[in-house]
């Protein structure tokens, strides 16, 4: 690899680590409109969507740039194929979150109706799943790609729990339908983001092992952790 290959890279990587620290903000600040019915936050999270937009237009442009100039092989070239792909997972991690405050934009306007599902715990447990899997972004680490993958389960099982509660209370109290579907809504957003972020750590278990591990192949075998 040439030295200009080298700092083409490492500067690449800094540019996909700054996206993913603007989505973690965008993540978080999610979180806490759900938590707080916060609309003012929620059109704040809407309002600066095109800045994720645009930085992942950046990063995609400079990794056919760099395609092109430097024909990449081996290590190289799965790196920048899972930046391309890692790029495009952490905005649509920014989307979701746009989609969440939308719905909590909604919510906000409406009288509070209780119902006995915990958003607090699933939406930490998704905005942890999104740190771990940039942190082993960061540190190239397969264990800590792998726990990632794991932990999605978890937030499945809770988004499962939600619909559960959710549709019950729909049969229940079927003139808040409106309201329900927006809650619905927001575990399923909240799960997508796992969902990406297991897409994330998956990328970084093929950037250094070169293998591939979609679908839940990840699952199948104990590989990676020994």
Do not use: W
């Not at 699952?219 to 990676?224: A, I, N, R």
């Amino acid at each position: 690899m040439t030295r200009h290959l080298q700092r083409e890279l490492d500067r690449l990587k800094k540019r996909l680590l700054f996206l993913g620290a603007m989505v973690e903000e965008r993540v978080r600040m999610a979180r806490n409109a759900i938590k707080n019915r916060d609309g003012e936050l929620a059109q704040k999270i809407i309002g600066t969507d095109y800045e994720i937009d645009d930085k992942e237009v950046e990063i995609e442009e400079e990794c056919l740039k760099i395609l092109a100039l430097h024909q990449p092989v081996a290590v190289d070239l799965r790196f920048l194929s899972a930046v391309i792909k890692i790029n495009n997972d952490l905005e649509r991690v920014g989307d979701e979150a746009v989609n969440i405050a939308e719905r909590v934009l909604i919510l906000s306007k409406r009288k509070k109706y209780y119902i006995p599902f915990d958003y607090s715990l699933m939406a930490k447990k998704t905005e942890f799943m999104l740190n771990k899997s940039l942190d082993a972004v960061v540190n190239m680490d397969v264990d800590g790609a792998v726990k990632v993958c794991d932990s999605d389960d978890e937030v499945d099982n809770l988004q499962k729990k939600a619909y559960e509660v959710i549709t019950q209370a729909i049969t229940e109290t079927p003139d808040k339908v409106d309201y329900l579907l927006n809650l619905l809504l927001i575990s399923k957003h909240l799960e997508r983001i796992a969902d990406h972020a297991t897409n994330i750590a998956e990328e970084v278990v093929y950037m250094i092992e070169g293998e591939i591990v979609r679908h839940g192949k990840l699952k199948d075998t104990d590989s990676f952790t020994h």
